[in-house]
C-alpha cells in the first residue's frame, strides 16, 4: 500500500537519502533501523508526505505521493497518515484528553465522538488516570504514551512513529513499544518504526537496516494507476 523507488532527498545539499527504496504492505508492522544521521527521519518524512522527495517515486494506494504539490501531500496526511516522534509536542494549555482529541476535533468530528474516542484510546494506553491533567504535570513515558494515543484515536491507514521511544529508560521502551504495536495490529493499521536500537525491532514484523541514506527492501511493484493531477 506504501511503496518507494529509488527515493533521493538532500537537505542543503547534503545528501540524506541515496536511492531507498521500501515497501509497505497493508497492515504491516516495519521496523527501519540505523544509527543516528543514517537518513531514518528523512526516510519517513518522505513516505508521510511531509517532504517531497528529489528523485524516485513513492505510491500510497495508487497515488503518486511524489506528483502531488504542497496542498495536496497535506490533505493526503489529514486523511490518512498518523505520526508520533521521539518528543510528544503535546499542546501545553490543553489537557491530555484534549491533545487527543483535537485532531478529530480538526477532521470534523462531534464534540462527543472526539472525546469518546479520546477517553478509550487513553484508556487503552494505560493513560486514563491522565485525561484531565496538563502535560507539565505528567512524566515523559505518560506524554508518550498521549502522544501516541493522539496518533492512533483517528484510526488512520498509516502511523509513521520516528524512534518514539528514544527518550525513555529502557522497560519504558518496552512497554510503549508493545502498546503501539499491540494497537496497530488490532485495529489493522500499517506501522512504520524508525528504531535507532536495533533490539526494539523485535517488536515488528519485518525489520530493515538504513545505512548512510542507502535502502533496498521493496515489496513488488506498485499497482500503478493513472496519474492523478497534483491536487
Known amino acids: 500500500m506504501l511503496w518507494a523507488r529509488a527515493v533521493v532527498k538532500s537537505?542543503?545539499?547534503?545528501?540524506?537519502?541515496?536511492g531507498a527504496?521500501?515497501?509497505?504492505?497493508?497492515?504491516e508492522v516495519l521496523a527501519v533501523t540505523g544509527p543516528r544521521g543514517s537518513g531514518k527521519t528523512t526516510l519517513l518524512s518522505c513516505l508521510g508526505?511531509?517532504?517531497?522527495?528529489?528523485?524516485?517515486?513513492?505510491?500510497f494506494d495508487g497515488t503518486a505521493v511524489h506528483r502531488l504539490n504542497r496542498a495536496g501531500r497535506e490533505r493526503l496526511r489529514?486523511?490518512?497518515?498518523g505520526y508520533v516522534g521521539s518528543e510528544p509536542q503535546l499542546v501545553p494549555e490543553l489537557t491530555a484528553r484534549e491533545?487527543?482529541?483535537?485532531p478529530l476535533l480538526l477532521a470534523g468530528a462531534t464534540h462527543r465522538a472526539a472525546y469518546t474516542a479520546a477517553a478509550e484510546w487513553l484508556e487503552r494506553l494505560d493513560v486514563a488516570?491522565?485525561?484531565r491533567l496538563r502535560p507539565a504535570d505528567l512524566i515523559q513515558s505518560q506524554r508518550q504514551r498521549i502522544a501516541v494515543a493522539r496518533a492512533l484515536a483517528p484510526?488512520?491507514?498509516v502511523v509513521l512513529a520516528d524512534d518514539p521511544v528514544a527518550p525513555l529508560h529502557r522497560d519504558g521502551q518496552e512497554q510503549v513499544l508493545r502498546i503501539l504495536t499491540t494497537a496497530a495490529r488490532s485495529h489493522g493499521l500499517t506501522l512504520l518504526l524508525a528504531l535507532h536500537d536495533p533490539e526494539l525491532a523485535k517488536h515488528a514484523d519485518r525489520a530493515v537496516p538504513l545505512l548512510d541514506g542507502q535502502l533496498d527492501a521493496p515489496v513488488g511493484a506498485p499497482a500503478k494507476a493513472a496519474a492523478p493531477a497534483p491536487a
Open 155 to 157: 484510526q488512520p491507514r
Open 11 to 18: 537537505h542543503d545539499g547534503t545528501p540524506a537519502l541515496r
Open 78 to 81: 489529514r486523511e490518512h497518515f
Open 21 to 27: 527504496s521500501l515497501g509497505l504492505r497493508e497492515g
Open 99 to 102: 491533545n487527543v482529541a483535537l
Open 129 to 131: 488516570d491522565c485525561a
Open 49 to 59: 508526505a511531509l517532504l517531497p522527495v528529489d528523485e524516485g517515486e513513492i505510491w
